[in-house]
């Protein structure tokens, strides 16, 4: 859109009918942010010439509504700094949403909540059915509750605007960091959940476990969690030994141990076997090409004595494999282990506020000291908590 074309629309639509003209068109995907200037924009609200006195923006924090009227002396302010926001604000979303090459949200289970460390309750598995004879009454089943408590935290950024990005018309630089403020943030919450699903941070006290409302441990290499293939595991003694990641016969030996070692917590019976099948498996970006090779190729060969047999591939694209540099990043023994499960089922990503945009609605001494126009605050409140432990299984791999 040209600066001309802006102008006559704010003539013709007045303040509070060009912004719904805008969102509506933006909306409707008639037009792009990418379409609009900056420059163009100060210029059809007339504020072009007196950028470094935008200080008549919503001392008040009125409502966009009520600034856009125009009986509002700042009229003109006011329409640049609420369009210009909006643009920016969904440049920011963009950013935020380009998922490419993120797996954050195939490993938990996004759960609305208004509470921070709220508490997830649950109780311990039932025991089964028993025979009734006839006449004779039913069974009292017992349970006991249990539940886990969750963690978030909140992050964010701001984003200043220049006025030499305005009066030199930088559309595409400002768009192009605010795409950048998106995308880092989105960034720093798939971190988030991969050193969580992992357990990173364990040994430093933050924990993603916390039953009952303290935290431990979530891949404890007694076994006691059902949940560990490796050294030290004296709960699962056949299961004490390091698998690493080279063919279809250890993620064989894997799904061998959830089948017999994963049992229920029920309190009154014998536990047994629980159905939770395995969908992907989690490696670092070192073992991706290897865990890809196992999980896709159509057949295996099996060597016996002198002679080769091909066969289809008994698992082949049974599992999802997801890899995250977040995991190699962790260094150490973190380059050779990994992960397989139902991570959804296991993690939970507790979002108090989703991603939001906010416009500065007062004046700041950036204003004065570096020439601030706007500046643009982006953030999130969430965190990720594990309900249980037997959903996921960690493998030693060294």
């Not at 490419?100 to 208004?114: A, C, H, M, Q, Y």
């Not at 939770?276 to 060597?303: K, N, W």
Request: glycine share 10%; proline share 4%.
């Amino acid at each position: 859109m040209r600066g001309t074309s802006l102008k006559s629309l704010v003539e013709s639509l007045g303040a509070e009918g060009f912004y719904d003209k805008v969102c509506t068109l933006l909306n409707e995907k008639q037009l792009i942010v990418d379409d609009f200037s900056y420059y163009e924009l100060a210029e059809a609200c007339g504020v072009l010439p007196q950028l470094r006195r935008l200080r008549e923006w919503s001392p008040g924090g009125a409502p966009v509504a009520s600034l856009l009227r125009e009986s509002n002396p700042g009229v003109g302010t006011a329409l640049f700094q609420v369009v210009t926001g909006e643009l920016i604000g969904r440049k920011v979303i963009e950013g935020y949403e380009d998922a490419s090459g993120f797996i954050g949200d195939k490993l938990v289970t996004v759960l609305p909540s208004r509470l921070r460390n709220a508490r997830l309750a649950g109780f311990r598995a039932l025991s089964g059915p028993a025979e009734v004879a006839e006449g004779h009454p039913y069974e009292e089943s017992t349970f006991e509750d249990k539940f886990v408590t969750t963690a978030e935290s909140k992050q964010g950024r701001v984003l200043s605007i220049n006025e030499e990005l305005i009066a030199f018309d930088q559309t595409g630089e400002i768009n192009r960091r605010a795409m950048a403020l998106g995308f880092y943030l989105r960034q720093e919450r798939e971190r988030t959940i991969v050193r969580a699903v992992t357990d990173a941070d364990a040994a430093g006290g933050t924990f993603v476990y916390r039953p009952s409302g303290g935290g431990t441990v979530l891949y404890k290499t007694d076994g006691s969690h059902r949940n560990w293939i490796g050294a030290g595991n004296t709960t699962s003694p056949d299961f004490a030994a390091a698998v690493v990641l080279e063919d279809w016969t250890h993620i064989d030996k894997a799904l061998n141990y959830r089948a017999t070692e994963v049992k229920d917590d029920r309190i009154d019976g014998t536990t047994r076997p629980i159905m939770a099948p395995a969908r992907q498996l989690l490696v670092p970006e070192r073992l991706r090409g290897q865990a890809r090779s196992i999980i896709h190729s159509t057949e295996i060969t099996v060597t016996r004595t002198e002679q080769e047999t091909r066969f289809a591939n008994p698992i082949h694209g049974q599992l999802e494999v997801l890899s995250s540099p977040f995991i190699d990043e962790q260094g150490g023994q973190a380059l050779n282990d990994w992960y397989i499960g139902d991570f959804r089922r296991q993690f939970v990503w507790t979002e108090i506020w989703p991603v939001q945009t906010f416009l500065q609605r007062a004046d700041s001494e950036a204003a004065f000291d570096r020439d601030v126009v706007l500046r643009v605050k982006v953030r999130y409140y969430g965190g990720v908590s594990a309900v249980d432990t037997v959903f996921v299984t960690k493998v030693d791999g060294e």
